[in-house]
T-cell receptor
Framework: DQQVKQNSPSLSVQEGRISILNCDYT??????FLWYKKYPAEGPTFLIS?????DKNEDGRFTVFLNKSAKHLSLHIVPSQPGDSAVYFC??????????????FGTGTRLQVTL | GAGVSQSPSNKVTEKGKDVELRCDPI?????LYWYRQSLGQGLEFLIY????????KSGLPSDRFSAERTGGSVSTLTIQRTQQEDSAVYLC?????????????FGPGTRLTVT
């Protein structure tokens, strides 16, 4: 049972345009959401997060939007750069329940930013 | 400040053999996690160590899998009688005391291939 779903395995975007990566979740106990970025042969690195008390969090070119009623979040990258080409993982945890010890990850979306 | 390191980076083993995977967390980090990523899947939580507390083993897929953490530092994940379905990238992450779930720092992983 996949509790965090990334339905698009890949996405190709032109440099300078907006990249939108989507993520859906099913567990209503999740209240903290994260995006990780992964380059080949490296471990995932934390990118941005959002708590369920917010609906938007912005950090430079990266913005995460959370729609709790739809159990959906998205990562926007504007403008996209070739160095953004990587696999992006959505992850969730139940921080408020005290079980933030483990993250549940989606299957990842491979983003390719073309020139 | 070295990051999380894992060894070996790659391991090929025959079905039925035992393997040991090693993780060296960031110095001073009290929390340590093991995840695995099978082909086409997201990162799957395996086990979590926090200080001297009993580990959370809820993600271990079978009793062939075990892990220990000696002296609150280095951790070893052992897979006994390996099966082909154990083939995956095994990732270790560590986190400092009092930090949020987002601050898990991942190692580069060990790619295990069971032939």
């Amino acid at each position: 049972d996949q509790q965090v779903k990334q339905n698009s395995p890949s996405l190709s975007v032109q440099e300078g345009r907006i990249s939108i990566l989507n993520c859906d979740y099913t567990n209503s106990m999740f209240d903290y959401f994260l995006w990780y970025k992964k380059y080949p042969a490296e471990g995932p690195t934390f990118l941005i997060s959002i708590s369920s008390i917010k609906d938007k969090n912005e950090d430079g070119r990266f913005t995460v939007f959370l729609n709790k009623s739809a159990k959906h979040l998205s990562l926007h990258i504007v403008p996209s750069q070739p160095g953004d080409s990587a696999v992006y993982f959505c992850a969730a945890s139940g921080w408020s329940t005290g079980t933030a010890s483990k993250l549940t990850f989606g299957t990842g979306t491979r983003l390719q930013v073309t020139l | 400040g070295a990051g999380v390191s894992q060894s070996p980076s790659n391991k090929v083993t025959e079905k039925g053999k035992d393997v040991e995977l090693r993780c060296d967390p960031i110095s001073g980090h009290t929390a340590l996690y093991w995840y695995r990523q099978s082909l086409g899947q997201g990162l799957e939580f395996l086990i979590y160590f926090q200080g001297n507390s009993a580990p959370d083993k809820s993600g271990l897929p079978s009793d062939r899998f075990s892990a220990e953490r000696t002296g609150g530092s280095v951790s070893t994940l052992t897979i006994q009688r390996t099966q082909q379905e154990d083939s995956a990238v095994y990732l270790c992450a560590s986190r400092g005391t009092g930090t949020s779930a987002s601050e898990q720092y991942f190692g580069p992983g060990t790619r295990l291939t069971v032939t």
